[in-house]
């Protein structure tokens, strides 16, 4: 405590140095680091629990005891009668802080304002940093109702590499369209030619990859709909004039036309920027043909519906056949209305950031993990992020760190080993599974630690933590046959011992299938 009183008057000192005319408290509060607002959620994240985690980075360079506040509200201004207040919240770790919303405090559905500041042992604030985000609890419980309608060709008044906007081969977002900022036209505009009259429906538009005001972001625009690609019309509801953000979903009464048109009228910089446009429309999947034999059902959950290691040789290594199918496909209903059943159901991983995706595509997924008891189940990386994410989008965070593992032992280091909980040792997923053991991690997201709180949930008391490093690192369920692992059991290589977990788990699946 006396350590903090010092570093506190050296605060004081420093104010009265630098500047006595302003008021004491607000240079105080400029000293103070906040925490910052790239974690979960970030702005316009969308949520999906009525009770969710927040997650904040915590401040830099602080160098005095401190807690941190959280306030929530559906006013931008945080009015009395409307926000819910937090204090005295602990650092978590190194990298972020985590608060569960409290029960009696559930969110309904509808946009959220949420702010976090740092607290010092000896009362300091500093001042708030501010987002948004939204709540869809009721949509994500069943398939979204939209699929993503197919472009034949992509036109700009100017620019270079139209194509990006487009292209859903760019798992991580990173490709994208500049708008020229000298043309001398009035506007700039994009057109989707989708080669014959479609009833599109929702558009979803990453402008950037970024969360916070950058260069590019979309100003002032509406899309327009053409059956000759000459004469345009305004689709009613698509008009955005004071756009404030890097994401958009726009949603309007279907228009069944050949051509869609993007007028951007004015952006935040000299270019307009579009990392990704997808158009849907609303449908049902179509049931895949699977084989009539035993084969293992692939969840493809990378940006472009394939999987993000070669899952598909992995299993055939092992004697299965496999059927892919993108997560934007995929739904209960289409799960059993397959032919044949599968033997299993493993779910990919995925190397993109949750902000830049539209996660509304995964709720189908979503319906698989809370109501699927009869097939056994892995989820692998983002796959098993989403146990959590079926329950709730925020059960999931950024870990504050990248873990790379095949990366960090080219730097000459020793990645963390996984330690298997002592009344998982003799689990038959752990068999011949080193204790403790390796694998290859390749994420920046985990489960949260403070997501135990929903597995002690009697919703969700069926999830167990299996095994863990710094964070968890395996789930498995004692109601049914399903299980996860955040690293990649299906990365071959002399350093992995994860593999050894996932072949197990084909195993348990064909005894469970013959046991049927």
């Not at 970030?42 to 009525?50: A, F, G």
């Not at 055939?316 to 599968?342: A, C, D, F, M, W």
């Not at 989008?393 to 790379?404: I, N």
Request: with cysteine; aromatic share 14%; charged share 20%.
């Amino acid at each position: 405590m006396k350590h903090s009183h010092f570093l506190l008057s050296a605060f004081l000192t420093m104010w009265l140095f630098f500047g006595c005319n302003a008021p004491m408290e607000s240079k105080i509060s400029d000293l103070i680091p906040p925490p910052t607002l790239n974690n979960n959620p970030q702005l316009d994240m969308v949520l999906t629990n009525s009770r969710p985690i927040l997650s904040v980075g915590n401040p830099e360079g602080i160098l005095v005891p401190y807690t941190l506040e959280y306030e929530l509200s559906t006013d931008p201004e945080f009015s009395t009668g409307s926000t819910i207040s937090y204090s005295g919240i602990p650092q978590e770790n190194r990298y972020i802080s985590e608060f569960q919303v409290k029960p009696g405090d559930e969110l309904d559905d509808g946009t959220y304002y949420w702010r976090a500041r740092t607290v010092t042992s000896d009362g300091e604030k500093s001042k708030w940093v501010k987002t948004r985000f939204y709540m869809d609890v009721k949509n994500s419980r069943t398939f979204s109702g939209f699929l993503r309608a197919s472009v034949q060709k992509v036109m700009v008044s100017d620019g270079e590499d139209p194509k990006n906007i487009t292209d859903w081969n760019d798992q991580g977002q990173i490709t994208y369209w500049n708008s020229v900022p000298t043309s001398g036209q009035p506007f700039s505009w994009v057109i989707l030619d989708m080669g014959k009259p479609t009833p599109v429906a929702r558009f979803w538009m990453l402008s950037t990859r970024s969360t916070t005001p950058a260069a590019g972001w979309l100003i002032h625009f509406v899309w327009q709909g053409s059956n000759d690609g000459i004469t345009w019309s305004d689709i009613e509801g698509t008009e955005i004039q004071k756009n404030d953000t890097y994401r958009n979903i726009i949603d309007f009464e279907p228009v069944n036309t050949r051509y869609y048109r993007l007028v951007i009228y004015s952006q935040n910089a000299l270019q307009a920027q579009l990392n990704t446009i997808i158009p849907y429309t609303h449908g049902t999947p179509k049931i895949p043909e699977v084989p009539k034999g035993r084969y293992v059902l692939l969840i493809g959950n990378q940006m472009n519906g394939y999987t993000y290691t070669n899952l598909a040789g992995f299993v055939k290594e092992r004697g299965y056949q496999s059927v892919t199918i993108p997560h934007y496909e995929l739904s209960l209903e289409v799960l059993r209305n397959l032919k044949t059943r599968p033997m299993a159901i493993i779910f990919s991983g995925n190397n993109a950031d949750w902000q830049y995706l539209p996660m509304f595509e995964y709720y189908g997924e979503f319906e698989i993990y809370r109501d699927v008891y009869d097939i056994p189940m892995m989820g692998i990386c983002a796959g098993n992020e989403f146990y959590a994410m079926a329950y709730g989008m925020s059960f999931v965070h950024w870990m504050g760190w990248f873990d790379d593992t095949m990366f960090r032992l080219n730097q000459g280091e020793t990645p963390e080993e996984i330690q298997i909980l002592p009344e998982y040792v003799n689990d038959p997923i752990f068999k011949n599974v080193p204790n403790p053991y390796r694998a290859v991690e390749i994420h920046s997201w985990a489960v949260s630690p403070v997501s135990a709180l929903f597995m002690q949930d009697e919703r969700y008391s069926e999830f167990h933590v299996t095994s863990r490093s710094s964070y968890i690192q395996t789930l498995k369920s004692s109601e049914r046959p399903a299980y996860s692992e955040q690293f990649h059991g299906a990365v071959i290589n002399d350093y992995n011992q994860g593999i050894t977990y996932l072949a197990n788990f084909l195993e348990i699946a064909e005894h469970y299938s013959e046991g049927k």
